[in-house]
């Protein structure tokens, strides 16, 4: 239960809150059983034994009728109030993970598989269900109800009561004993379930490669093995399922049986009257149907509860964060005012430190760097260097674990990063092409775009003549991943987005790297274009990408080890000659 309000969201109804209603029904439906249990026992004792005339009994036989009409009432309402609980948490928690995963940002989302993450918001918030609308509520009243059942039967036949009393522990002894060994086999039945949709997902995704490289035979078997195993790991759960189901069955009927048995000994001898014997024994399986109703709804919330741990991982994952200003304990800072948005900023990365695996690999380190406003600055070095993080940390993608990252002198971490970002466009070098139409993909960074923009915008991306060639322009889909794209137009498209942006600041990962030469001389030229009168950190990897910028920064190990212009920097000491030389293919 605790680990449900984690996941909850601050604004939601409190989950002990939401309970109240279901669990108050249900335990008025037991007050209903004893009063219908007392009822019917005045009933059978009068008609049967003579003790009143059957026409005096019809008030009593009408209350009965109306009690168990208000005790199926009862139930019903329980079981709507504890679906609707169930479908309003499900909702909330399944809102919180989405907003989640976003903010956590492609850091997070890079380490995690995506059809394990699709089958943790869709199979496992579904899970929830049984276990917020059956088995919450079922372990309140599983003690409210015999409570309430003992009570009576305390008030009716001491000795049946002291009978029920020492029977009752067994019960939930049982079903910790046989929910103890289930709850195993299903933490392994959702992880191998998980696996599985990962692997799915990852098949379908990659299934060009599988079919250019001959492997679909072998990874279709691969995907039987795990459902293979999935499916013995359920049948294995139900097993247990069935086995507890049968044991709480089998002390349910042992105690009324025995209860039942002392009581008509008693009879026999006449220690006890009819009515109070009656009352007993109508009421010695209810004492024990709560108990029962757990133990099945044990095993049916089981596999919400292996979800929610999961889900609770998601939420409490470290990510991306709006602000040092809103952390626990940090002081409120004062309001801070950038520079109007027409102007570009001068940004500064001072004795920065990043880190990967939990500190293990540094992948910047005493990282010092200043882009002058306005500027363009290339920022060049092998692979791994730390150029990708630097222009993560730029984008909000990452925080520095030590050092500071300056715009105009503010500290980029005092601004939200949904502030910053509309100050920021990108262009990666793998970009991302949702499904959906071509406009809707080149409105990302600017929705309310007009038609003259969107046509200038694919005028300077060189995309107006593949525009005229779709069969319904703009409005084309472009696909699952963009599919219907090459690498080059897909480079393209996301230019076009970033001209329509016209943000003050530009963060360019090679935009050059998936185009043939006639394009990139276009492209290149429509590149500088767009950097005119903007701060621009362009990671490069190509020679004619690098002769754009006004400025050269040599990366490696983490730390800038030379900056300057590109023509300051061919020197023979410079490590830059033997960078362009690798360019061109020279030894």
Not at 31 to 55: C, E, K
Not at 275 to 296: H, I, K, M, S, T
Not at 301 to 319: D, N, P, Q, S, Y
Not at 455 to 484: D, M, Y
Request: charged content about 20%; some cysteine.
């Amino acid at each position: 239960m605790r680990t449900l309000a984690r996941l909850a969201s601050p604004g939601a109804r409190s989950l002990e809150r939401g309970l109240a209603p279901a669990v108050a029904s249900g335990a008025l439906a037991g007050i209903a059983v004893v009063v219908q249990a007392g009822l019917l026992s005045q009933v059978v004792d009068a008609a049967f034994l003579g003790r009143a005339p059957l026409g005096s009994l019809t008030p009593i036989l009408l209350a009965l009728g109306a009690v168990a009409i208000l005790r199926a009432g009862l139930v019903w309402l329980q079981e709507v109030l504890a679906q609707r609980l169930s479908g309003r948490l499900r909702l909330d928690v399944r809102d919180r993970l989405v907003r989640r995963l976003l903010a956590l940002g492609p850091r997070f989302a890079s380490g995690e598989r995506t059809g394990e993450i699709a089958n943790t918001l869709l199979g496992g918030v579904e899970s929830l269900d049984a276990y917020l609308a059956q088995y919450l509520p079922q372990v309140v009243l599983a003690g409210i109800v015999p409570a309430l059942v003992l009570a009576a039967v305390l008030w009716s036949d001491p000795l049946s009561a002291l009978v029920l009393l020492l029977t009752f522990p067994l019960v939930p002894l049982f079903v910790w004993l046989i929910g103890s060994a289930a709850e195993a086999r299903t933490r392994r039945q959702w992880v191998t379930l998980s696996r599985l949709a990962a692997r799915f997902q990852d098949a379908l995704s990659g299934l060009a490669t599988l079919r250019a490289f001959g492997r679909v035979d072998d990874e279709a078997d691969a995907l039987e093995q795990g459902n293979e195993r999935h499916r013995a790991l359920t049948m294995e759960v139900l097993r247990l399922a069935f086995v507890s189901a049968l044991v709480l069955e089998a002390l349910a009927m042992l105690g009324t049986a025995v209860v039942a048995v002392e009581v008509g000994l008693r009879l026999l001898y006449a220690r006890i009257e009819f009515r109070e014997a009656l009352f007993v024994l109508v009421l010695a399986p209810e004492f024990y149907r709560p108990l029962r109703a757990l133990g099945a709804a044990f095993h049916a919330g089981m596999a919400g509860r292996e979800a929610a741990a999961r889900m609770a991982e998601i939420v409490e994952a470290e990510g991306e964060l709006a602000a040092p200003a809103v952390l626990a304990g940090a002081p409120v800072a004062a309001p801070v005012v950038l520079p109007p948005a027409s102007r570009p900023p001068r940004l500064r990365f001072e004795s920065v430190r990043v880190s990967y695996d939990a500190g293990r690999t540094r992948a910047l380190d005493d990282f010092t760097l200043e882009v002058p406003a306005g500027g363009t600055l290339a920022l060049v070095g092998p692979t791994g260097a730390g150029k990708t993080t630097a222009a993560h940390l730029l984008l909000r993608f990452l925080e520095p674990d030590a050092g500071r990252v300056l715009v105009d002198d503010i500290p980029l971490a005092s601004l939200t990063p949904e502030e910053w970002r509309r100050r920021v466009a990108w262009v990666p070098q793998h970009p991302r092409l949702f499904h959906g139409t071509l406009r809707e993909n080149l409105l990302l960074g600017q929705p309310e775009a007009s038609e003259v923009a969107i046509g200038r915008a694919l005028e300077l991306a060189h995309l107006e003549e593949l525009v005229r060639e779709l069969p319904r322009g703009l409005e084309t889909p472009v696909g699952e991943g963009g599919e219907r794209f090459s690498g080059g137009e897909a480079q393209r498209v996301a230019l076009a987005r970033a001209f329509l942006k016209d943000a003050p600041v530009l963060v360019l990962d090679e935009p050059t790297a998936q185009l043939d030469l006639a394009t990139e001389a276009r492209v290149v030229e429509a590149v500088e274009r767009l950097c005119r009168g903007k701060t621009v950190l362009l990671v490069a990897h190509r020679l004619t990408t690098v002769a754009a910028a006004a400025r050269v920064a040599l990366v490696s190990h983490g730390r800038v080890i030379e900056e300057g212009a590109p023509a300051s920097l061919a020197t023979s000491g410079s490590v830059y000659p033997r960078l362009v030389a690798a360019w061109r293919g020279k030894p």
